[in-house]
């Protein structure tokens, strides 16, 4: 039987440490600053279960009353941080600012070390490491820089059956969004250092393919700084190998690709249908050009919708490049003037839903982008350097 549970019921005062208020001096102005960390992190992750389909968040298990797990079925994945802090500050991308704490808070929140006050019992919560407990999930840093944490996945689009109305009420009220589905791929790359990100539509109507900024996505999406971002060591203290094919035995999760991608100055990601094509990339194959104040760069998109509701490229001040849309082509059956062909090959990306990301030489200017999406199929935009 389901049943509805309240943040503030989801664990028991027991065994869980929990929280009261801070003082106005101490930063944290009130009671929606902790709901919202302990929603937020409760409800869009979750310990990361081996072949468990679809994951839960650890208020879901919780809620269902599950039994304690081991570290031997968990997949041994990790995550990093800052994502964490990208999707944190993502939920929030519509809500007040005096919503969003402090990053010193919402790092000492991780570290479970967020102070205590108990003079409000009311306004308790667990902190981070109450949710996913050390000897489970340790975090530790990577290459002594980037911190993470083990066995824990981001679920974009949680079961929220068992959460009380009131508090999803207060949730929406907080952060402005009606719908708890988040755009998982967006979440992961939103930063939080005040750079802006432009996402440039298709405009079909128009008879030489350009496009532009659309109105919407010429707002400036102010942030926060962010100092713990990936950095790589300088290949030029290493010696480089030639070029080189890489072959993954298993899939990586998307941290993991980020991370190899990261690891290259020109290196560059495919997903969905475009990884799926048997001859090469048909889909993604990127030239980079550079003059004294600007970038060039060239895509491959043959079979790609142009239709500005399926194709998107965004670009953000750090030079991240994200390029979202759908391919056509790489049917198995094809019906044309009332025949029906069954395809002999398969060398065409299967149809759906793709991304390809990859990161400029430098920093650039979003607000000065321009590109053009033509008839044969290749994407050509050019940003200012910054």
Known sequence: MQRKVRTSQAVDTNTITRLGPTNAQNGLADDDHRFLL???VGTYFGPDFK????????LQRIAEGLPPYTSDQLAGTHMKTVEIEHIYHYVLRKADQSAVVKLPWLRQFFDGNLPKNGDDPTANYPQFPDLFPPLLHPQSRY??????????VFINNPEIYYIDREDIERFRRLTGLEDFLLDEDAARL???DG????????QVNEPNGEFSPSKSSQKSRKTRRIDELLEMDDPLQHDRAGPAVVFLPSLPTKSELSNIVAATKSGFALTGSAAMGRVGPTVGLMDI???????????????????GRDFSCEVESDGKVLIRGATTTGETTVYRYSQMFEMQ??????????????????????????????????????????
Request: hydrophobic letters at 30%; proline letters at 8%; charged letters at 25%.
């Open 38 to 40: 302990f929603f937020i």
């Open 51 to 58: 072949g468990e389909s679809p994951k839960k968040s650890v």
């Open 143 to 152: 290459r002594n820089r980037n911190k993470i944490v083990e066995n824990i």
């Open 190 to 192: 939103h930063t939080t």
């Open 195 to 202: 750079s802006v990100s432009h996402s440039a539509e298709v």
């Open 289 to 307: 050009g550079e003059c004294e104040d600007s970038y060039l760069f060239r895509i491959s998109l043959p079979g790609v919708k142009r239709d």
């Open 345 to 386: 090959t398969q060398n065409l990306c299967p149809p759906g839903r793709f991304s390809i990301s990859f990161r400029l030489p430098g920093p650039v200017d979003p607000q000065q982008f321009s590109g053009n999406f033509g008839t044969d199929g290749i994407l050509e935009g050019i940003v200012m350097k910054e």
